[in-house]
């Protein structure tokens, strides 16, 4: 194994398994897995690239130091000669979340300085200038994420919300000078060593291209999966990497869509699906009374099979509000995930073989809850959102970030489970 990803959640995790195996610029990608946990056994030997999916994004700092460690000494047992530590493209994260904490781990257990923080996904509109992070043309304060139910962020500069958790000073690569090419860039990372992390602007894909270049040598960078975009390319210039990426995925068979996302992206796409689809709405209020239950869902798809069903508990920011207001934030994220869980274990079990899933927190409950081991990445559907599927191909899944994903998302989304392009 040459390249190491360790992400903070499962949608996060697809996305840059995503970016690595299709690659960039006619180059090709690497031969990418990804893991649902720390494994508990070797990487297979043609692994070229392999991502560690944990769900650590919002769990206690000590917790998600702890996970990445592991997540770490397994990465390089493998032999792996750069780790990427992936997180969410909108830095998901409070003041006392766990990015600072965790690249500080990282970076002080491989010795790395200078170390790249670049959340920027240029194809899916986050870009990084003078070190603030802007969703489209909004800053992200302004962005919709200053309402985000579990890591609301509420300030754009990602020095300044970084270095409040993190131990180190944190230094800037201004876009004038990544303009300026991959030696300016080398130049002043090596410069800015005595900060272990480093914010790199970041507003285009060439820019990250132009990153990764510049980094074929550090032993971590961290960032969105847009980070990843040019590292490929060094391993297969190399000669150490094939260039063969991902592969082609094809299953058939009963389907569900679950979406746990409050996200405005994901509430439009539920709208588009509802006009032409069943969907169903769960009723928050009657799931903390246990008046609604995981076999309420599971009625409703095996009804409506082979009509692209779709469960939802999206809400908007104020109805989000009301209900943590009245039942505590943790006891509804709590209720929500177990109940998501809960439904995709029985659809499966149950012989549903094509199965989408909106949102990274319902993805990490959903997937731990099918104890899945691997995935391999098959094409993309929208940017940053592949399909992957199980190795013996009983199962293909969609997990999606809650922001990602065209206003059709869905129906394409099964479409490509079943192959078609």
């Known amino acids: 194994m040459l390249l190491g990803v360790i992400a903070d959640d499962f949608t996060g995790a697809s996305d840059i398994a995503n970016t690595i195996a299709k690659g960039w610029g006619g180059q090709g990608g690497l031969r990418t897995t990804q893991y649902l946990g720390v494994p508990a056994t070797d990487a297979a030997p043609n692994v070229e690239a392999g991502v560690v999916s944990l769900k650590s994004r919002s769990i206690p700092p000590t917790d998600a130091v702890r996970q990445s460690l592991e997540a770490l000494a397994w990465l390089r047992h493998q032999g792996c000669r750069q780790i990427v530590f992936k997180y969410c493209s ?140 040019g590292l490929p390319a060094n391993f297969i210039r190399a000669g150490l990497a094939s260039g063969s990426g991902s592969g082609a995925v094809a299953v058939d068979g009963p389907e569900a869509i679950l979406a746990g996302s409050c996200s405005g992206a994901t509430r439009g796409q539920i709208d588009r699906h509802a006009a032409s689809h069943p969907v169903l709405a769960i009723d928050v209020d009657a799931v903390m009374r246990d008046a609604t239950t995981a076999r309420d869902i599971v009625s409703f798809v095996r009804s409506n099979e082979g009509r692209a069903p779709l469960a939802y508990s999206s809400g908007t920011p104020d109805e989000v509000r009301r209900l943590q207001e009245r039942y505590g934030r943790d006891a509804v994220a709590h209720k929500l995930d177990a109940l998501f869980a809960d439904t995709a274990r029985m659809l499966v079990e149950g012989g549903v073989r094509r199965l989408v899933v909106a949102g990274g927190e319902t993805s990490g409950a959903v997937v731990s809850a099918l104890n899945l081991d691997a995935l391999r990445i098959g094409s993309e559907i929208d940017p940053g959102v592949p399909v992957l599927a199980t190795e013996n191909g009983s199962l293909a899944l969609v997990l999606k970030s809650g922001n990602f994903g065209a206003p059709d998302f869905f129906e394409k989304a099964l479409g490509s489970l079943g192959g078609q392009a």
């Open 90 to 229: 909108t830095f998901d994260s409070t003041p006392e979340g766990n990015i600072g904490p965790v690249a500080d781990a990282l970076a002080e257990t491989l010795g790395a300085r200078g170390v790249v923080i670049c959340p920027a996904f240029p194809g899916a509109g986050r870009t990084v200038y003078q070190g603030h992070l802007f969703v489209h043309d909004r800053l992200l304060a302004e962005s919709g994420m200053q309402n985000h139910p579990l890591n609301p962020m509420t300030d754009s500069d990602i020095r300044r919300w970084l270095a409040r958790q993190s131990r180190n000073e944190v230094g800037l690569v201004a876009s004038g000078t990544v303009r300026r090419g991959a030696e300016a860039i080398r130049e002043s990372l090596t410069d800015a060593a005595v900060s272990p992390l480093v914010v790199v602007d970041a507003t285009s894909d060439d820019d990250l291209v132009t990153i990764g270049t510049a980094c074929a040598d550090a032993p971590l960078l961290t960032g969105g999966s847009g980070i990843a975009i």
